[in-house]
């Protein structure tokens, strides 16, 4: 049902070769929208979901150069930065290829 569906859609998760992390908020609307960049790429990605855990934030902020805002996302360990870094590099047509996407 799944593959059916994700066809239907142009989603081809088979081809999303990366590791992708992303530290959320539940309720935050950029996250959604990073969330949904990344759902519709195909991406199976690890969601950090950080709600009031003052650790985990402090964590992420260890790992993204200082940044606390979320979403802040990490495609094989690399820091990427948030979601309008993510969709600047969508528009760039650099994302694919991190993500190791074959067109």
Known sequence: MMNTLNSLLGRHPE???ANVEIYTWQTCPFCIRAKLLLW???VDFTEHKIDGDEAARSLM???ADGRRSV????INAQHI?????LYALDRQGQLNALL???D
């Open 71 to 74: 979403p802040q996302i990490f």
């Open 81 to 85: 930065g948030g979601c309008d870094d």
């Open 100 to 102: 190791r996407i074959v």
């Open 61 to 63: 902020a260890e790992r």
């Open 15 to 17: 081809q999303v070769k």
């Open 40 to 42: 519709w790429k195909g």
